[in-house]
C-alpha cells in the first residue's frame, strides 16, 4: 500500500518562509501527479498546488509567485517552498499522489495526514 507522510510544518511569523515536505513509500512514485492542498476549519479543502509525472507545475492565484512545488524522484518526495508567508496561509497542508488506476494497478489517490502550518507573530 501507498503511504503518504507530511513533514515541515509549525509556526512561522508573517513575511517568513517554511517548506513542508511530503515522501510517498510504496510500490511506485513516478507515476503519481503529485499535489498541495490546505484546508481551514469549516472550509472545504482546496488546491494549493501541483506537479505532474511530467514536471508540469500549476498554482493557486493565491498562492502563485509565493510558493514553489518540486518533486524529487530519487528521493520519492514532494515539497512545497512557502515565501512572503501571510495569516491567510495559516491552514492544515496535505500532500496528495495521484494516478489514473486503469493506468497501473499500483495507482490511486492516496492523502497523507496534514500538517499544520500557522502564520502569526
Known amino acids: 500500500q501507498t503511504q503518504v507522510v507530511e513533514s515541515g510544518g509549525g509556526l512561522v511569523q508573517p513575511g517568513g518562509s517554511l517548506r513542508l515536505s511530503c515522501v510517498v513509500s510504496g510500490n511506485i512514485f513516478s507515476p503519481f501527479d503529485l499535489a498541495w492542498y490546505r484546508q481551514v476549519p469549516g472550509k472545504q479543502r482546496e488546491l494549493v498546488a501541483k506537479?505532474?509525472?511530467?514536471?508540469?507545475?500549476t498554482y493557486s492565484d493565491s498562492v502563485k509567485g509565493r510558493f514553489t512545488i518540486s518533486r524529487d524522484n530519487s528521493k520519492a518526495s514532494l515539497y512545497l517552498e512557502m515565501t512572503s508567508l501571510n495569516p491567510e496561509d495559516t491552514a492544515v497542508y496535505y500532500c496528495?499522489?495521484?494516478?489514473?488506476?486503469?493506468?497501473?494497478?499500483?495507482?490511486?489517490?492516496?492523502w497523507g495526514q496534514g500538517i499544520q502550518v500557522t502564520v502569526d507573530s
Open positions: 496528495n499522489a495521484n494516478c489514473d488506476p486503469y493506468g497501473s494497478i499500483w495507482c490511486g489517490d492516496f
Open positions: 506537479i505532474t509525472q511530467n514536471g508540469y507545475r
